[in-house]
């Protein structure tokens, strides 16, 4: 397993995905996100597999998109895949396109930053060890996080995931779940004890039951982050010199220069 980026492990019919780049805090490039979505699509193929829990391995669940190489594309590949990310590497995309809409699991721990915020808000339930570190990176970057915050806004975060969508502040697992945003809080070192709990307990129910929940959740989910997405993307934002020394800055591990909104 050494080098693969995403691992799959079944026992019984509950499977754990790991994210696998633990010396990058499990960073997105372009390659991990094809390498996450090839391994769902093997969970949801897999006919013994009911539940998957999903977790980040190393110090993080995931620091989100890997700046280097994916903020700081050419300026012509970013005009030319609409965005940061490349052809067929849209995390947007991972849970959207199941054929059996079997129900994931997130259990996060450290931090969860930018891209890998939606992906754990996508995923069906969501446990978080204390002391987890949440940012909507993508506000202080200049790519806006209306993605973000309409997800929040489905698990009923209300003003809460206003604020943290607006000002990019650092949140807590434990404002996360007195916001209603996760679903189980789990002590020190018992987020994956957690998850499995639940997944036990999905995995008890008539799976087309549960499926049939998962696909009608998941719907909603692609309907808000198109309308979304669909809105900002004639803002190009992505291409902006706010964004740009905003990526700048984060490689050169320096404070950015003031803003000029454009």
């Known amino acids: 397993m050494t080098g693969e980026t995403a691992l799959y492990e079944r026992d019984g019919a509950i499977v754990t995905i790991t994210l696998n780049r633990p010396e990058k805090l499990n960073a997105f490039d372009d390659a991990a996100v094809e390498a996450l979505s090839e391994v ?3 969970f949801d193929t897999d006919p013994d597999a009911n539940v998957a829990i999903l977790h980040g391995a190393g ?3 995931s620091t989100g998109a890997d700046v280097l190489r994916r903020q700081l594309r050419p300026r012509e590949e970013l005009e030319r895949f609409g965005g940061p990310q490349g052809r067929g590497a849209d995390s947007g995309r991972l849970f959207t396109h199941a054929v ?3 129900p994931v699991v997130a259990a996060v721990h450290g931090y969860v930053m930018g891209l890998a915020v939606g992906i754990a808000l996508d995923c069906d339930l969501l446990v978080a060890e204390a002391g987890t570190r949440f940012q909507i990176t993508e506000t202080s970057r200049g790519l ?3 993605v973000y915050w309409g997800l929040m806004r489905l698990r009923g975060a209300g003003a809460f995931g206003d604020e943290v969508a ?10 996360a779940a007195a916001a209603g945003v996760i679903n189980r809080l ?3 070192g018992g987020h994956l004890e957690a998850a499995r709990e639940l997944a036990e307990t999905l995995n008890a129910n008539p799976p087309l039951s549960v499926r049939s929940t998962v696909r009608a959740r998941r719907r909603e989910i692609a309907r808000v982050r198109s309308e979304l997405s669909a809105a900002a993307q004639p803002e190009r934002l992505y291409l902006t010199e706010d964004f740009h020394e905003a990526a700048l800055a984060f490689k050169e591990k320096r404070p950015p220069r003031p803003f000029r909104g454009r």
């Open 40 to 42: 769902l699509a093997r």
């Open 59 to 61: 110090r993080a669940f």
């Open 100 to 102: 059996n809409w079997k």
């Open 144 to 146: 806006g996080g209306s």
């Open 166 to 175: 607006l000002t990019g502040r650092w949140f807590t697992a434990e404002e």
């Open 186 to 188: 789990a002590p020190a």
